[in-house]
C-alpha cells in the first residue's frame, strides 16, 4: 500500500452548493482505488481573505497568514497529489478556489493535479483549463485525465447518487492511475519521503 496523500479539494463554498455531493463520490472512488490516502479539503472551512501577503508566496514561501488559513496549509504542503472539485462559475473557477492557490506556492509546486467538473453544458471543462494555465505558474503538472459532469443535475439523483455510475467510474479509475503514475515519480523527484 502507497503512502501517497491524495487532497480531494472541494472548491465551491457558496450557500447551497452542490460540491460536497460531487467530492463524497470522488473520495469514494479514491479510496477504492487504493493507491492513495485520501484528504477531503473544504475551502469552506478556511479563512480565505482576498488581500494577499505584501510578498508573494512564490518569493516568501512562509508569509504571516490568518490562523483560520493554518489547517488548510498544513494539508496542502502534506499532500503529494491534488484533486480539484470545481464547478464553472462565468466559464472559470470559483473565486475561493483563486485565493486558496494565491495564498500558497510551494504547497503546489512540484505535485500532480487533477481534476473532477461539473456545471451546466460545460461540465466543468472551462474552470479546468483556466486552473491548467495556473498550476502551470505553480510549477505544478496537471494530468491530462479529468471526470466530467455536464449538466450534473440530470447525472445524480435525489440521494447524490449517480444515475448510470459506469462511464464516470471507469473515468476516476484511469485518472487515478495517472495520478499515482505521476505523483510518484514527482515525490521520488522532489525528494519527499513515501511509501512504507
Ligand atoms: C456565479 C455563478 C456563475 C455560474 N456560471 C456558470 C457557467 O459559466 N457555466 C455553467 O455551465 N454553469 C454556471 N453556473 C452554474 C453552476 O455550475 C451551478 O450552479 C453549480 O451548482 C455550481 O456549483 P456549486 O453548487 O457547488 O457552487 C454558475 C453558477 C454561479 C453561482
Known amino acids: 500500500m502507497s503512502s501517497l496523500k491524495l487532497a480531494v479539494i472541494i472548491g465551491s463554498v457558496r450557500e447551497g452548493r452542490f460540491a460536497p455531493t460531487v467530492a463524497a463520490w470522488f473520495a469514494d472512488q479514491a479510496a477504492a482505488h487504493g493507491g492513495f490516502e485520501v484528504d477531503v479539503i473544504d475551502l ?16 516568501e514561501p512562509d508569509p504571516p497568514r490568518p490562523a483560520g488559513m493554518l489547517d ?80 450534473y443535475y440530470l447525472l445524480f439523483d435525489d440521494e447524490g447518487k449517480l444515475r448510470e455510475p459506469d462511464e464516470p467510474v471507469a473515468a476516476a479509475a484511469v485518472m487515478l492511475d495517472r495520478l499515482h503514475w505521476w505523483s510518484t515519480a514527482l515525490a521520488a523527484a522532489r525528494g519527499a519521503r513515501v511509501g512504507v
Open 44 to 59: 469552506a472551512e478556511a479563512d480565505l481573505p482576498l488581500a494577499l501577503p505584501a510578498v508573494p508566496p512564490a518569493l
Open 72 to 151: 488548510l496549509t498544513a494539508r496542502l504542503a502534506a499532500a503529494d497529489a491534488f484533486v480539484v472539485v470545481t464547478p464553472d462559475y462565468n466559464r472559470s473557477y470559483p473565486a475561493a478556489l483563486k485565493s486558496a492557490i494565491d495564498w500558497h506556492f510551494t504547497q503546489w509546486q512540484g505535485k500532480a493535479i487533477g481534476f473532477v467538473g461539473y456545471s451546466g453544458a460545460s461540465g466543468g471543462l472551462l474552470a479546468i483549463e483556466h486552473l491548467r494555465q495556473v498550476f502551470g505558474e505553480l510549477d505544478a503538472h496537471t494530468v491530462r485525465e479529468y471526470v466530467a459532469f455536464p449538466r
